[in-house]
């Protein structure tokens, strides 16, 4: 099972004073889940927040003496944030929208005739 590294509730006091660099009194602003979310997000990948240092310190494993093994670590977690920061691959994504529109120009033509 994968070590957890951030809960929402135990947390609140590292992430609330980052929120108050946003301009944010979560104690007193309403903040509706989407912008929550969003702010939350950039605060998690901002190296100068308050829960970025506390997740620093939580996820801290000695350095390998070996180098191979300093670079394969380097490299997995490479390829795990070009996976989570990667843009959606357009050409291979079923446009519902396209679809919709196709069947709604199709039944409006068989009315017509």
């Given amino acids: 099972m994968k070590e957890r590294n ?11 004073p980052d929120f108050l660099l946003y301009g944010i009194n979560l104690n007193k602003d309403e903040v509706d889940w989407w912008e929550f979310n969003k702010i939350l997000d950039a605060i998690l990948n901002n190296e100068n927040s308050n829960m970025y240092k506390v997740i620093s310190y939580r996820t801290y494993e000695k350095p390998s003496k070996s180098p191979q093994v300093r670079e394969e670590k380097e490299h997995k977690y490479r390829m795990e944030m070009k996976r989570k920061h990667a843009l959606p691959d357009t050409n291979n994504t ?11 120009e199709k039944k409006v033509g068989e009315t017509k005739e």
């Fill in 6 to 16: 951030f809960d929402i509730n135990y947390d609140y006091k590292n992430y609330f």
């Fill in 94 to 104: 079923d446009n519902g929208f396209e679809k919709l529109w196709n069947y709604v």
